[in-house]
């Protein structure tokens, strides 16, 4: 099975582009909203009301500044729903990241490192993780063992490493034929030191890269666990859960599902610029 | 040759068995079986009948074997809930995720090779920018929002298709442009880094050299080299569509296997959960064996590497 990575070791070449400048503004603005996002938001996203079900947003006929983006089937207001979402996607997608992120790079960094016996193993774990249909389990480990934000991050965290494992084992394999790894080895280094002290920071600007990837990926597969009813449950203001809970009254209120949509999208495009401004800055032939 | 498929059929096999091990692993240790299957409201007595009736009482060990041992010979179990057979419930509804993987894979297939190869033909200029730009947006689409713009604009707006069912193609075709939409940029990209690499290459300079017009080195060099990678990573994509299709045709109402297991899961239906996972496991380790087999066929370096 082809567990190779394209990767290629150059000393970084800092340099500034315009996906870190328009992604990272966008990953920043979404941090902001997401940390004041009890001050900015205009109502209690929990606070329902039967009087005020499904108000238009504000630029349709009926709609009022009262609720910008209108309201939603349960009478909450919009908006606030769709700023303290912001915090749930950002969480989610971070934890899960962080997670894999960890397995993903001890495994990788082992299997880079020690080759021989470890690297089959390890390269062997991987195949398998990877035939194994990520979303069906995840479904199928929420139903049986609870839904609920820490579970959801866990069960995305303990899907989403292949990527780390598979780009950091290429990394590594190459950063250990470097001289400075044989010299920490001649002085008598330990494993642990060279890993700790060589080989990683030579490797970060791969995790780095993968991980913001992953945490686009992982915003989207929590979205797509809310929209299937088995992720974050109700009354949270996930976006998945606000697309899944406005799906029946889209074709009178289609806001109710294109714009938490829209929001979603800009994160992960947002995200995914930053992962290719900084892919292209960190490892210059990483293009593709 | 022969060293290498016997290598690669020797670790699909055990990928195979490890996968049926981590199926039936996962299932039985986020939870109880017996409380998922009574429900909140089965009192304790019930939910030990249903422990002792399913011979969920036994160890895992020999559970696990009992369970191996009959799907090796095709016999996955019944449904919890229809008392059906898992095997006829999946044959009966596997013909149409596989057409709507493949119709997918086939329209990105038609929109990813084109761009591709345009982008790279047209390296840096406006034109890449676009296709490039079309891919990152594609990409950050999630599927089944791009599934419910489809449904409002052509199936309320437009009222032209319709928006759930199997009756005819016309219900694959909203479904077909979702998924596809969703693994076209990740083939496109392929295709324009592939181009880009076979153009810089020595042979495409020789073809240039001795006089081949533009077309000829394009499309009978370059773009030969270049499909390489992209028909594997196509191969393995068609594995994710067969396992990922569960979102979209939930979304469209589309009997396929995706909507099964959906269901299944709601109702915590474990045979037919555990049947679907294993089938699309081994569906991906059967094409990832394909891809492996053509690449080594065609290309001495990777079957002697």
């Given at each position: 099975?082809?567990?190779?990575?394209?990767?290629?070791?150059?000393?970084?070449?800092?340099?500034?582009?315009?996906?870190?400048?328009?992604?990272?503004?966008?990953?920043?603005?979404?941090?902001?909203v997401a940390i004041f996002a009890d001050w900015?938001?205009?109502?209690?996203?929990?606070?329902?009301?039967?009087?005020?079900?499904?108000?238009?947003?504000?630029?349709?006929?009926?709609?009022?500044?009262?609720h910008p983006l209108g309201t939603d089937p349960f009478g909450r207001d919009y908006l606030s729903r769709l700023i303290h979402g912001t915090r749930i996607s950002?969480?989610?997608?971070?934890?899960?990241?962080?997670?894999?992120?960890?397995?993903?790079?001890?495994?990788?960094?082992?299997?880079?490192?020690?080759?021989?016996?470890?690297?089959r193993v390890i390269s062997f774990v991987i195949s398998a993780r990877l035939a194994l249909p990520s979303l069906l389990i995840a479904l199928a480990v929420l139903q049986v063992g609870g839904s609920g934000l820490a579970i959801v991050i866990a069960v995305l965290g303990f899907t989403h490493w292949d990527r780390f494992a598979v780009v950091l084992?290429?990394?590594?394999?190459?950063?250990?034929?470097?001289?400075?790894?044989?010299?920490?080895?001649?002085?008598?280094?330990?494993?642990?030191?060279?890993?700790?002290r060589e080989v990683f920071p030579n490797v970060?600007?791969?995790?780095?890269?993968?991980?913001?990837?992953?945490?686009?990926?992982?915003?989207?597969?929590?979205?797509?666990?809310?929209?299937?009813?088995?992720?974050?449950?109700?009354?949270?203001?996930?976006?998945?859960?606000?697309?899944?809970?406005?799906?029946?009254?889209?074709?009178?209120?289609?806001?109710l599902i294109t714009i938490a949509g829209l929001a979603l999208m800009i994160t992960v495009l947002a995200v995914n610029l930053l992962g290719d401004g900084l892919r292209d800055m960190l490892t210059p032939e990483g293009r593709a | 040759m022969i060293r290498y498929l016997a290598q690669k059929l020797v670790e699909a096999i055990l990928v195979c068995a490890f996968v049926s091990i981590a199926t039936f692993a996962l299932i039985h240790w986020t939870g109880d079986l017996a409380m998922s299957i009574g429900g909140t409201e089965a009192s304790r007595e019930e939910t030990e009948r249903i422990r002792r009736f399913y011979g969920l009482d036994r160890t895992l060990i020999a559970q696990y074997f009992d369970w191996a041992g009959r799907v090796l010979r095709g016999d996955f179990g019944n449904s919890f809930f229809s008392r059906e057979a898992v095997l006829t419930m999946v044959a009966h509804r596997l013909p149409n995720t596989i057409a709507l993987a493949l119709a997918s894979l086939t329209l990105a297939l038609l929109i990813a090779i084109p761009l591709g190869v345009v982008a790279a033909v047209r390296r840096g200029?406006?034109?890449?920018?676009?296709?490039?730009?079309?891919?990152?947006?594609?990409?950050?689409?999630?599927?089944?929002?791009?599934?419910?713009?489809?449904?409002?604009?052509?199936?309320?707006?437009?009222?032209?298709?319709?928006?759930?069912g199997t009756e005819s193609w016309r219900s694959f075709v909203l479904p077909t442009a979702a998924l596809g939409w969703f693994v076209m940029p990740l083939l496109m990209r392929l295709t324009r880094a592939g181009i880009i690499e076979a153009l810089a290459s020595d042979y495409i300079r020789t073809a240039r050299a001795k006089g081949l017009p533009r077309r000829a080195v394009l499309f009978k060099h370059a773009l030969r080299n270049a499909i390489l990678p992209v028909v594997s990573i196509a191969m393995v994509q068609l594995g994710f569509l067969l396992g990922g299709s569960i979102v979209i045709e939930s979304v469209f109402a589309?009997?396929?296997?995706?909507?099964?297991?959906?269901?299944?899961?709601?109702?915590?239906?474990?045979?037919?959960?555990?049947?679907?996972?294993?089938?699309?496991?081994?569906l991906f380790v059967m094409l990832n064996f394909l891809s492996d087999t053509v690449n080594g066929l065609l290309d001495p370096r990777i079957r002697h590497g």
């Open positions: 099975m082809a567990i190779e990575a394209a990767v290629t070791l150059r000393p970084p070449r800092l340099r500034w582009n315009a996906g870190i400048a328009i992604g990272g503004g966008i990953v920043v603005f979404l941090l902001l900015l938001a205009p109502h209690d996203p929990y606070a329902q009301s039967l009087v005020r079900r499904l108000r238009p947003p504000v630029w349709e006929p009926r709609g009022t500044w009262t950002i969480a989610v997608g971070a934890g899960a990241a962080a997670i894999g992120g960890l397995i993903g790079a001890v495994l990788g960094i082992l299997a880079g490192f020690k080759g021989g016996y470890f690297d084992r290429t990394a590594t394999q190459q950063v250990r034929r470097q001289d400075y790894v044989t010299r920490a080895r001649a002085i008598g280094c330990s494993d642990l030191r060279i890993v700790t970060a600007g791969h995790f780095v890269v993968v991980f913001t990837f992953e945490v686009a990926q992982t915003i989207i597969a929590a979205a797509a666990l809310s929209f299937l009813g088995l992720g974050i449950q109700a009354p949270e203001p996930s976006w998945g859960l606000m697309m899944a809970e406005g799906r029946n009254w889209m074709t009178t209120n289609p806001g | 200029t406006w034109v890449d920018r676009a296709c490039l730009g079309v891919g990152v947006l594609g990409q950050a689409m999630p599927s089944y929002w791009s599934a419910l713009l489809l449904i409002l604009v052509f199936g309320v707006e437009l009222q032209l298709l319709p928006i759930s589309l009997d396929g296997i995706g909507l099964l297991a959906w269901s299944a899961i709601q109702r915590s239906d474990f045979p037919v959960i555990q049947a679907i996972v294993l089938l699309v496991a081994f």
